[in-house]
């Protein structure tokens, strides 16, 4: 029998950045142009130094190509004209890949391209750029050719140049090969019609061969997987994808190229390329009856059925050419996850069509080999007459067959039931084994009802005479499917698993012929916790997971210590200030967030002080301090209440200054949020400097502008904000150090968190860690006896991603909890109204009503001149007559609007607290007591007047704003924290068990190797999904133009009824 291989390899383009070698080679011992003639082809030594590329060109220009293969003859022929000439230092270069005869081609995609050194004969690579001589390869039949192509002028390159030289075959191949790189080299290529036509011209030259010339057939070979090739990587794949026949198309042409050089009777033909392996022999009807076609050392074959279950379809056939193809990957992709070999078997008969086969009585077994399967984990326990193993199984396919494999120790009969929901339900099948060696049990889907779910395994001693055995299980998951050309999807239909099947092979039996392909799945790892006490107890040999835990714990005890620590610190910065300068009649309130930046020593210890201006007016100067806690300190945000007596309008400016006191008075302030409690308008100040006598400009005021809307909303603003509050907030493991100074999620809970994810991680990492190992899985590097691989940043990533659920689940109770603010108890509230009141005295009476009186008049609006220095109560009484002036002006107002509604109330505050204190004045103070009476009769007038005014504009006021539900705020119950604790305890501690169970079925040697991969997947976690987390949020948020939410708390409430009682006590009225 003969057996004919030819293998192939198409011949990729390579660019790179320009080299300047450092040094140039040429073959100096053979003259320019020298050619030596070696059967039918011609091999010319260049010696002129080149790029590869530009070899190529060269060589492709005057009618060949660079060498590309070496059969054994034109090694000893190149070993004979180099023998004896001194040419050790030159090399040459030839095709990328070329092949020498009995080895595998030299596949390379890259910058690195080949050539070749003489004496002795040696292959090598280097980078493309390089430059030195080259090897040029002549058919001579192409030759004699060119000199008639050169009389005629030749047409531009394009896929149709294919199409017109279909008669001849050497200009055809030309043409495909330069289109070839075309396509390759040019952007949009292939087209979806140059990518059918080169398909059909292709075939159409492969059918009008008439003899089986091997250079020609390579040639077509080279044409069909380049084009492929291209097809499978262009760019637009994704949006113009290939038809489903491209594949079968390709393989039409291999059919026609077999059926010129393996149509001799029982004559094995076996084609090798690079998408797989071809096998084809033409047998008479009768022999093809349980023939085994492909290759048993390889494992991809096929065994046909008897005759007597083929005969009925090959009735009619005097010869029948069976095929086998096999390819390495799947030219379907889809839903199902095809792994290993595929394997396309076709019955052609003697008058050129295919003889379909279905619905045989006897089955056609297909073995599809899986090159890179993986050792299947290993179960030994140990079991007795009065314990039950219990397999448990993840059916996520219906259709998949489960083959379990139970190898005891002695002979034993054993009892395996296979249930559905729980192992105690009512079984579906059961199985009585006797067999030393051990058994498989093919669990079909047939039996398990086609029913996803948890079904289990379990397995006791049936012979009564024994009393315990050493099991040895493995089970994985298998199934076979085939390609329906009819619905262009792959399907079960006619196929089951056969049970010969290996993790490494896998054997499909089947009714039909088309396309088949496998799936395989290895069972996840299972641990039996019956022998939880069996486990535990060999802690004093495998202490390698215990250690680890325990070091994890302490860490963690002594963060929680510090967590505490800093927690009950930070809490009192987390208070809300009502600012002490407040007048407390004036209740038109704005809520200040000054953020100072992170910068070293940004913090001051300065005393700040603020002035808001807007369109209808200007705030007094206000110290923003807290006599309770330490404000701007490096990175807090520090919230004031300010109040004012009247609306100040649309903000325009912000002054900021500070009185370069204390022991670092430089402030780097970042910016400053300013909302109206009333309107809910925001405003921006976004200053990002230093206040520094020493730093920058050396200022210690300056005033700030509000930012535009369109500085607001910049890509930049939003980006920054958001990835700096992200990596603070939403980063669980660095916001541990500084996280946002407001958030009720505190360092405590965060640390917890941490350690709760630390323990979920460690236990999904060593449930799905040992896998059967990859001997295949490629190093990404090793130091000495470390060795990381591609394996294991799989299991890495796999146990990061399983992360996500329990993370978002726990840390969004503790963050969105709300806070759970204590206001003042009843008895000190009661001690605060019951407080003696301060001494009045004229001075007092004279200084407050000047006060109330100055701030009116600071507002442009109210159009009242300022007054002199109130010295005595005469001139208590003209600036009485002033206010009664502007208070009739007020009633006169037709309009109102919310100025004159806080412009009355203020009067009226300050007015009832002067009639309070001349309550508490006599005669005696005044200079004469018809004086006295008539200040205390103008004020009774006046406080009347004022609150009839103010009564007045409140009801013909518009409304004020409601203020909008933030929906993106919804806040859970302050006792969901002790949800979110029994959570994080619970998780923690199942973790924790099982963690400890896997360690000790592991055994010490692998334990220790788990901690890699624990290692990377923590790595993952922190530095590479953790950031990405937070840059993703941020960009999502700066590209929708979104900024960060103002703050807002209950607190603000809190506070806001806490200037209320100062102005109740001030007034001495509950409402005004």
Same mark, same amino acid.
């Given at each position: ?181 075309? !396509? ?5 290529? $292939?087209?979806?019609? !140059? ?32 084009? &492929? ?13 290939? $038809? ?47 023939f085994t076609l492909g290759s048993v050392e390889d494992g991809e074959r096929v065994k046909f059925p008897s005759f007597s279950a083929l005969a009925p379809h090959l009735q009619g056939?005097?010869?029948?050419? #069976? ?47 899986? +090159? ?72 079909? +889907? ?56 290996? +993790? ?53 005890? &002594? ?42 020593? #940004? ?39 300010? #109040? ?48 520094? #006598? ?45 996280? $946002? ?63 996500? $659920? ?30 003696? +009141? ?158 400890? &169970? ?75």
């Amino acid at each position: 029998m003969t057996f004919l291989l030819l293998s192939s390899a198409f011949l990729w383009m390579s660019f790179g950045l320009p080299f300047v070698p450092e040094f140039s080679e040429a073959c100096l011992d053979f003259q320019i142009g020298c050619s030596y003639k070696f059967r039918n082809i011609s091999i010319e030594f260049v010696s002129s130094v080149k790029t590869w590329s530009q070899a190529r060109n060269t060589c492709m220009e005057n009618g060949g190509q660079l060498l590309g293969v070496l059969t054994n003859p034109m090694i000893i022929f190149l070993d004979e004209i180099s023998r004896g000439k001194d040419i050790n230092q030159f090399s040459w270069w030839v095709e990328k890949q070329i092949q020498k005869e009995g080895h595998k081609p030299i596949i390379k995609i890259g910058d690195s391209c080949t050539y070749l050194r003489l004496n002795p004969l040696q292959v090598l690579m280097s980078d493309c750029n390089q430059t030195r001589g080259f090897l040029c390869s002549h058919d001579i039949a192409l030759t004699k050719k060119n000199t008639l192509l050169a009389q005629h002028p030749r047409p531009k390159r394009s896929v149709e140049g294919m199409g017109a030289n279909l008669n001849d075959i050497d200009i055809f191949l030309e043409e495909a090969m330069s289109e070839l790189r075309r !396509v390759e080299t040019t952007g949009g290529e $292939p087209t979806n019609n !140059v990518r059918d036509n080169f398909i059909k011209y292709l075939l159409e030259a492969t059918q009008n061969l008439k003899s089986n010339n091997e250079t020609i057939i390579s040639h077509i070979i080279n044409c069909s997987i380049g084009i &492929l090739h291209l097809s499978l990587t262009k760019c637009d794949l994704d949006r113009n994808p290939n $038809p489903l026949s491209l594949f079968e198309s390709i393989l039409e042409i291999f059919w026609e190229i077999s059926l010129l050089l393996g149509t001799d009777l029982k004559e094995l033909f076996v084609l090798k390329h690079p998408l797989g392996t071809l096998y084809q022999i033409t047998l008479i009807p009768e022999d093809i009856g349980n023939f085994t076609l492909g290759s048993v050392e390889d494992g991809e074959r096929v065994k046909f059925p008897s005759f007597s279950a083929l005969a009925p379809h090959l009735q009619g056939y005097s010869k029948i050419i #069976a095929q086998l193809a096999t390819f390495a990957y799947n030219p379907h992709p889809a839903d199902e996850s095809i792994s290993g070999v595929l394997s396309n078997v076709v019955l052609r008969g003697d008058n050129g069509f295919n003889i379909r086969l279905t619905n045989l009585p006897e089955r056609i077994q297909i073995y599809l080999p899986r +090159p890179n399967a993986t050792e299947l984990l290993n179960n030994t326990f140990q079991l007795t007459r009065e314990e039950q193993s219990v397999t448990t199984m993840n059916i996520t396919d219906p259709e998949m067959t489960v083959i379990f494999s139970v190898e005891p120790n002695t002979n034993v009969s054993l009892k395996l039931t296979l249930s559905h929901g729980s192992p105690d339900s009512m079984p579906a099948n059961t199985v009585i084994w006797n067999d030393t060696v051990g058994s498989r049990w093919l669990i079909t +889907p047939e039996m398990m009802r086609h029913t996803p779910g948890s079904w289990f395994v379990t397995t006791t001693i049936y012979d009564s005479e024994t009393q315990n055995v050493t099991l040895r299980v493995t089970s994985f998951m298998n199934k076979c499917l085939f390609w329906n050309t009819e619905k262009n999807k792959w399907s079960t239909d006619g196929c089951m698993v056969g049970e010969d099947s290996t +993790p490494e092979l896998t054997q499909c039996l089947c009714n039909h012929l088309t396309l088949f392909g496998s799936s395989f799945f290895v069972m996840p790892n299972y641990v039996d916790i019956s022998r939880t006490a069996e486990l535990f107890a060999t802690v004093n040999r495998n202490y390698v997971v215990l250690a680890l835990l325990c070091v994890f714990f302490g860490l963690y005890l &002594l963060t929680l210590l510090w967590a505490c620590y800093a927690d009950r610190r930070a809490q009192k910065g987390r208070k809300m200030t009502l600012l002490e300068d407040n007048h407390p009649g004036a209740l038109y309130n704005y809520l200040i967030s000054v953020q100072t930046g992170h910068r070293k020593n #940004a913090g001051t210890s300065a005393i700040v002080t603020v002035t808001l201006s807007g369109s209808e007016g200007e705030s007094s100067l206000h110290d923003l301090t807290d006599p309770d806690k330490k404000v701007f300190m490096r990175g807090n945000v520090d919230m004031f209440i300010l #109040a004012t007596p009247f609306p100040l309008g649309d903000l325009q400016t912000l002054r900021l200054q500070h009185d370069n006191s204390g022991s670092h008075p430089a402030w780097y302030i970042n910016k400053v949020v300013v909302q109206d409690l009333q309107t809910h308008r925001v405003w921006h100040f976004l200053c990002n400097c230093w206040l520094s #006598a020493e730093k920058d400009a050396g200022i210690t005021k300056k005033t700030f502008n509000a930012a535009k809307t369109h500085e607001i909303a910049s890509f930049r603003n939003i980006f920054q904000s958001r990835t700096w509050t992200g990596f603070r907030d939403e980063h669980i493991w660095v916001s541990i150090m500084d996280p $946002p100074s407001r958030s009720p999620f505190t360092r405590a809970q965060r640390v917890s968190c941490c350690m709760c994810l630390l323990l979920c991680t460690m236990a999904i990492n060593i449930a799905f860690w040992n896998l059967p190992e990859d001997k295949n899985a490629a190093v990404l590097f090793s130091i000495g006896s470390f060795k990381l691989t591609w394996q294991e940043i799989i299991v890495g990533i796999q146990s990061g991603l399983l992360m996500f $659920p329990i993370n978002i689940l726990i840390i969004t109770i503790f963050r969105s909890i709300r806070p759970r603010i204590v206001s003042k108890s009843k008895k000190e509230d009661k001690e605060k109204a019951n407080a003696q +009141p301060s001494v009045v005295t004229v001075p007092t009476l004279l200084r407050d009503a000047e006060e109330v009186i100055s701030l009116t008049c600071n507002f442009k609006r109210n159009q009242m001149s300022e007054i002199p220095h109130l010295e005595t109560t005469a001139d208590l009484l003209a600036a009485l007559d002033k206010l009664h002036v502007l208070i009739q002006n007020i009633q006169g107002e037709i309009e109102s609007d919310p100025h004159w509604v806080h412009c009355s109330r203020f009067l009226l505050a300050g007015l009832c607290h002067l009639l309070l204190g001349l309550h508490q004045l006599d005669e005696k103070h005044f200079s004469s007591s018809q004086e006295h009476q008539q200040i205390l009769a103008l004020t009774n007038l006046l406080v009347s007047k004022s609150e009839m005014v103010f009564s007045s504009h409140l009801t013909n006021c518009p409304p004020p704003v409601k203020k909008k539900k933030n929906s993106a705020c919804c806040w859970l119950p302050w006792w969901c924290v002790f949800l979110g604790w029994f959570l994080l305890v619970s998780i923690s501690g199942v973790s924790t068990f099982f963690t400890l &169970l896997y360690g000790f079925q592991y055994g010490k040697e692998k334990s220790i190797k788990w901690v890699l991969s624990l290692g990377l997947s923590l790595f993952q976690s922190i530095f590479i999904l953790q950031p990405l987390k937070v840059i993703g949020i941020a960009v999502f948020f700066a590209l929708l133009l979104k900024p960060v939410a103002v703050e807002e708390s209950e607190e603000v409430e809190l506070v806001l009824k806490e200037q209320q009682n100062k102005c109740k006590l001030y007034t001495g009225r509950e409402t005004l």
